[in-house]
């Protein structure tokens, strides 16, 4: 028996949550015997995909302004019809070159329809391919709403007529999809919770830090590492804080931060150990993206969120509200933050009794593994 080849697609546009949970979806599948050929159309991250898994690097596109309304190059330029004709070819290319059994999209049809021009081509070749794939869609729990309207018919329409399931990366204990997806009952026959796709409980850490702020990749995190740092200069000098800025953030930002910092105040880019670091932590500050949240599930450090709303984001917020009224996390917002905002609720969390461990389902990347295996199983039946 050879082993079922997994054809992966996942596009990153800002941040770097994207590709960190397909990449821990891919190695579960890795070491689950699954063949599996991520393809990545954003720009490179260090440490994804992983170990063990094939990879295809289409060239990057990335989002041209934080609303996702248009795409550009990995120079910044607005990506033409050439440039885009070119990577939907690569894309075709690679998936008949891997004749794999089961396709996964990441976030399709949900989002990213800005890569529809080469989707909608997949989505073909994959119906017209003998014998043909199965196709998933991998998506996380919660979902941008105040979408245009006629969007969730079209996504629902999408799936009734190309997908045999949606893998659904949450608890449904914690939030369901029809909480965020209006049509949710017109494909609830395709849904598959797997938990959340959490990574597995960090070692210990090698060094400790009682304050860990983070920017997740960077690229929109300026305002929240600079109003940590000031607040460190505010609190007792005898506390430790990690300032993690993210890779994407850009030099000149990068730079003016480390100007002055405190010495009780360590700034880096990134840390590989980041979550074991988390578990040592008395308190942290970050935004309330799916991954790093994922991170905080797994140890008891206080969380203070500050949600991500610019262009009308508003899957960070439901994340953080339904977090706070578990009493798992406090949350201040992104508009307006000042110093003075970090300083109480550094203040507060550190006064409050310690958090005990969570009962939601972390699992998600070996449940998905063996999701897909009984689909596979059923197929063969």
Not at 59 to 67: F, R
Not at 178 to 196: K, M, N, Q, S, V
Request: glycine share 8%; net charge negative.
């Amino acid at each position: 028996m050879t082993a079922p080849r997994i054809f992966f697609y996942v596009q990153h546009l800002l941040g770097i949550g994207h590709i960190a949970r397909a990449s821990r979806i891919a190695n579960a599948l890795v070491r689950d015997g699954f063949d599996v050929t991520v393809v990545t159309g954003g720009l490179p991250v260090p440490g994804f995909p992983g170990e063990g898994v094939k990879t295809v690097a289409l060239p990057a596109v990335v989002a041209s302004n934080a609303g996702f309304s248009g795409l550009a190059d990995a120079d910044g330029r607005p990506a033409g019809e050439d440039f885009l004709h070119a990577r939907r070819q690569l894309l075709l290319d690679a998936f008949h070159a891997a004749r794999p059994d089961v396709v996964i999209i990441e976030a399709f049809p949900f989002g990213r329809r800005q890569m529809r021009f080469e989707l909608l081509p997949l989505l073909e070749a994959i119906d017209k391919a003998e014998p043909r794939p199965k196709l998933l869609s991998s998506v996380r729990d919660i979902l941008q709403q105040n979408r245009k309207a006629g969007r969730d018919a079209e996504t629902a329409t999408l799936v009734k007529d190309h997908f045999d399931a949606v893998l659904v990366h949450g608890d449904p204990g914690f939030v369901r999809l029809e909480d965020t997806f209006p049509l949710t009952a017109e494909i609830a026959d395709r849904l598959r919770y797997t938990g959340l796709v959490a990574a597995p409980p960090a070692p210990e850490p090698t060094e400790t830090f009682d304050i860990i702020a983070s920017a997740g990749g960077g690229a929109v995190g300026a305002a929240l590492i600079g109003a940590a740092k000031e607040a460190a200069a505010l609190l007792p000098d005898d506390l430790r804080w990690l300032l993690v800025a993210g890779p994407n953030l850009p030099e000149a930002d990068f730079a003016a931060l480390s100007e002055d910092a405190a010495p009780n105040v360590t700034l880096v880019r990134f840390r590989k150990d980041f979550p074991s670091l988390l578990r040592g932590a008395k308190v942290s500050i970050s935004q309330a993206g799916y991954n790093t949240v994922g991170d905080l599930l797994r140890t008891e450090c206080r969380a203070i969120l500050i949600p991500f709303v610019a262009g009308g984001e508003t899957e960070q917020t439901v994340r953080a509200e339904r977090l706070q009224a578990l009493g798992l996390a406090d949350i201040l917002p992104e508009t307006g933050l000042t110093a003075g905002h970090v300083k109480e609720a550094v203040e507060k969390a550190l006064a409050a009794q310690p958090r005990g461990p969570v009962s939601l389902d972390l699992d998600g990347a070996e449940k998905t593994a063996l999701i897909i295996r009984s689909m596979i199983a059923e197929s063969l039946a």
